[in-house]
Structure formats: C-alpha cells, structure tokens
C-alpha cells in the first residue's frame, strides 16, 4: 500500500457492500460479547448473533466467492477442531464442549473467513477495520475514566467496568493501544495526530488502571520490537533512546506496584493463586495427556482437584491462566499442535507482509506477540471477543502476505 492509504480521510460508508459495513460494526461492537441471551437449552451472546446473522447476509450475497483463508491453514485447523471434538467425547461434557467451540472457535473462524473474503473485494476494509477496532477501543476507555473517577473500582483499586476482571479488561483494550500507536507513528496532518495521540493517551489510561502487570509486560515485550523494527534500520537512535528510558521508567512504576499489591495481600496475591492454577493444570495435563479434560470444563477439573493443593487460594478459575496449557487442556495433543502449526505458519507469511507492506506487517506481528507472551500468564484466546480479533489479524496478515510487493 503507498502512504496516502495511511491518511486519516475516509469515509467509512463509501463501499457498496453491505457486507463490509455489517463487518465494521461488528469489530466496533466486540464487548456485546459479554450480554447473554438464552432460548430454551440454547445459549447465546449478543456477538454471536451478530456474526451468526452476518453469516447469513454473505451467503446470500451474489457477490460471495467463499474464499478460504488460505488452504495451508486447513491443516491445523482442522487439527484443531479435531482435538477439540475428541476432548469433547472423551470427556462427556458435551453441552459446556460444543457450546465453547460454538463460541470460541466456529462463529470466530466464520467472522475471519468473512472478513478474509470482504478484504479481497475491498482493500479500504483493512485500515477501516483497524481504526474501528481502536476506536472500539478508546470508547470502553471513556467509560473506564468515569469509571475510574467514581471510584467504581475492585476491592483493590483496579479498573474492570464491565468484565469479570481487571485483567479481562487490560486484554480487550491492549490491542486498540498498539494499534493507536501504529496510527499515531504515521505521517499525517497536525489535527489527526493530536486526535490519535489524545485517543491513545485514553486508552493507555484505561489499560494502567486495571494495573494487569502481565498485560504491561506483554506490551513491553511487543512495544519494543515494533519501535526496534520501525526505527532500527533508519538514523532514529534517539528516538529508541527516549523509548528505552520511558521504558525502564514504566516497568520500574509497574514493579513498585505490583510488589506493592503482593506485600498488601500476602499469601493471596495473584502470583501465588496463578501458582495454584498452573500446578492444578499440570497435574491435570499429566492425568489426561492425550485428549486433555474438554473444552469449558476447567473451572469444574479445578474444583475437582483442590484437595491435591490445600489451600486453594483461587477458587474462580474458568481458564488455566496459560493459552498453551488451556488449548492443551481443552483440545488435546492434536489441538495445541494445531495451534503452534498455525502460528509456525502465521511467521512465516508475516516476514511476506512485512516485505509487502512494512508497518503493517510490524504492527500484526507486535499483536500477535502479546497475544502470545500475555498468554504465558493469561488465557488471551479463549474468550469470544480474543478469538474474533484473533482471527482478524490473522485473516490481514494472510492478505497483505499474498500481495505483490508495489
């Protein structure tokens, strides 16, 4: 893409697809996830039936060619579905397992492929879709600074407006940061930066008040090699100078509070209950090594082996705090190698995007490295909104990754 597809005009109703605007409004409204909605047996959220009735319109739509993501990505996907109905079976948890691959792996895997057929019909849909995603983003966080300023906080000061945790929250808001960032690092008018920068300021606020240090970290990590890739190969040392600075200056505030928070709750802090967890996961790995206990049966096995590990110090935990242990765990052997197989995959196009269209490339890569490094103390998949951005930035990557280079 050249640079004047970076400028911040657009108009984002000028596509004659209604499939595209049905896309946009479903990436800006992720966080519905969260409303539930039950007919009979059947269970529902809001988002799922937005992409249910999306799936609906592309199918009927002359204009669908139903393209596939990309026929290598086939395999482990398939391997993933397999592992996951296997667990299922195996385990006998058949109403919880089919209604987490409905939620977490079928309506995500239907909106990607979607999307992956709107990005071939319009190239505008690929910025049109992140802005939304930010600015998605930049809404929950005004919410959170009223939030915040009403003092409408957990027990220990942190910021989770409407989701069951502070750190669920720092995990639906980093992603629209590094994308703000992206955004704001762009040549353009003197109006739309400061209108990024503010937007991006907001968010940043957002996701410092959940006070999630695993999200902070995560961010580091990808920070710094979005800022090394960018800048590295240019004459730009100061700049990675100023960076290194604010960033031993943010990790050393976020290490004053979080030993602050372990010294406050002792025993109980969320290091030691994370300890707990993944020492229950593991043993729970150890007894079902091959088909793993099933999809949305954590929080039930976590119960059930308290009385390994006296005392529980968590007893809430619907996932294993890991997203390697829980697609382990919840779809076998077959389902993680069908994750890592993808992800082997999703490299390998990204060095493809990267020569293609550097900034972007840098960008989904930066993501999906926090995906995976917040991922070895939280579960940054299993959960219906993660799993559609999951699959977006997937789905851009194996567009751009298949472009000519201009």
């Known amino acids: 893409m050249e640079n004047d597809n970076l400028k911040l005009k657009i108009v ?51 204009n669908t060619k139903y393209t596939i993501l990309n026929t290598k990505y086939t395999i482990p996907v398939a391997l993933i579905f397999i592992g996951l109905v296997l667990s299922v079976i195996a385990n006998g948890n058949y109403y919880a397992g089919f209604g987490a691959i409905k939620g977490w792996f079928v309506v995500p895997i239907i909106f990607g492929i979607i999307f992956f ?24 966080s005004i919410f959170g600074v009223v939030y915040k300023f009403l003092d409408v906080v957990t027990f ?73 890739l960018k800048y590295s190969k240019k004459d730009h040392k100061k700049y ?18 979080k030993y602050k928070s372990i010294e406050n709750l002792g025993a109980r802090s969320s290091l030691a209950s994370r300890v707990t967890i993944w020492k229950s996961a593991g043993l729970m790995v150890e007894k079902n090594p091959l088909f793993g206990i099933g999809p949305g049966n954590f929080q039930e096995k976590y119960l059930e082996y308290q009385k390994y590990f006296p005392p529980y110090l968590e007893w809430s935990a619907p996932q294993p705090h890991n997203i390697f242990l829980a697609f382990w765990l919840e779809s076998g052997l077959l389902g993680l190698a069908g994750f890592v197989i993808l992800l082997f995959y999703f490299f390998c196009d990204n060095k493809k995007t990267i020569e293609n269209n550097r ?48």
């Open 117 to 140: 057929d709107a990005l071939k019909k319009d190239d505008s849909l690929l910025k049109k879709s992140l802005l939304v995603l930010f600015f998605s983003g930049v809404a929950i």
């Open 240 to 257: 990675l100078a100023i960076f290194a600075i604010l960033l031993v200056a943010f990790l050393a505030l976020a290490s004053f509070f």
């Open 359 to 406: 900034d972007l490339g840098i960008l989904f890569l930066g993501i999906i490295i926090y995906i995976l490094v917040h991922g070895l103390v939280d579960t940054t998949y299993w959960r219906n909104d993660l799993a559609v951005v999951f699959w977006v930035v997937v789905a851009m990557n194996i567009c751009l990754a298949e472009k000519k280079q201009s």
């Open 12 to 62: 984002f109703w000028d596509t004659n697809s209604h499939i595209s605007k049905f896309v946009l409004v479903t990436l800006f409204l992720l966080p519905v996830y969260l409303v539930k909605i039950k007919f009979g047996w059947l269970s529902f959220n809001v988002l799922e039936l937005l992409i249910i009735i999306l799936f609906l319109f592309w199918v009927f739509d002359k």
């Open 156 to 228: 220990d000061g942190r910021l989770k407006i409407f989701w069951d945790s502070p750190n669920q929250l720092a995990m639906f808001l980093a992603i629209p940061f590094l994308i703000g960032l992206f955004f704001a690092l762009q040549k353009q008018e003197v109006r739309a930066k400061r209108l990024y920068i503010l937007s991006l300021t907001l968010v940043g606020l957002g996701l410092y008040f959940t006070y999630s240090y695993g999200a902070w970290l995560a961010m580091a990590v990808a920070l710094i090699v979005i800022i090394w």
